[in-house]
């Protein structure tokens, strides 16, 4: 008895535990990384991350099996020079999003581990302030 | 007493169709203004006339004021360490010599130069397999860091070292910082050399394919090929 009544439990609540856990309230669309030219000691990863709850999410740090350091970083242009922001984090307010692009927001990626092709797919994991962390396949490609 | 009075009018009339002739002959000769209508883009005038300099390409061959010889010239400065801006020029300026290809007809290509503006890092083999990856007929430039500078202040192209954790800058371009993993704070326009070596016009990202390729169909018909 007691084993059927697990099993309703999980037949029933089941579902609701696997949606919580890929509904969160932050989600990532188009993840890319810039295929590294030859020589090149980093490259960059771009995303769009949208914050779909009521408050102020960060995203904290960014890792990867692919690359021995990922930072945050932000180019910003001063009087026609670009400049490169080391970023604590990154905020993303509620309801918003925030754009990783080229010349804007991205990831640093340094000490590459194997060297990445178009076509690739590179796994990153995004951890934020809330908790949540989030694992996201970005393909490689050029530009 | 009519003879008289008849040529003075003639003589009157010589010189007013002479005036006008030369009038509208100034006005058909003369150079027109050139103008761009495109953001980011600025004539400079008077052009800069490059002073002589002596750099190394990517091949370790001698780069100087002959090499800015014969073809136009479209030059940035950067950096290989840079993992967002400079790949990002240069993926774009490579989608402009594409499109240039296939509207140049009888003009002559002009060439891409990639100043590099951190000579400690960037050495004449870096240069070139990083080039490469972009367009095989790019042209990398590095050499001595006194040579870089005062190349580089002459286009108005800057640039500082900095601390990439605080963003703190390192006093004076001609040594290598201390700080591992510096960073190099750049300017981002391309510029357009003529054939003849003067610096004449610039322009600022974002480089958008028909807006490069239309800025220099200008200046290549007003200063020639």
Redesign the interface.
Known sequence: MKRILGLLAIMLFGPLLVTSSLAGDITVTDPWV?EA????????AYMTISNTSSRTVQLDSAASADFGMI?M?R?E?HD???????QTGIRIEAGKNVQLK??DF?L???QPRRSLKTGDQCALQLLFDNGESIAVQALVR?? | MSTIVNSGWRIGLIITISMALAVTGAFLLRKPVLHIDVPGARILSPPVRVSPFSLLDQRGQLFSNERLAGNWTLATVGFTYCPDICPTTLSEMSAVFKKMETVSGAFKMPRFVFFSVDPFRDTPEVLEKYLAYFRRDFIGVTGAPAAIQSLANELGLHYVYSDPEDGQLVDGVLQKPAIEDYAVIHSTSVVFITPTGEMVATMAPPFKTDEVVSVFEKLRTHYGN
């Open positions: 810039r030219p030859p020589g090149a000691k980093a490259t960059a930072e970083h180019t242009m026609g020079m670009a400049h490169m922001k080391k080229p010349g991205h640093m990626l340094m050029k530009q």
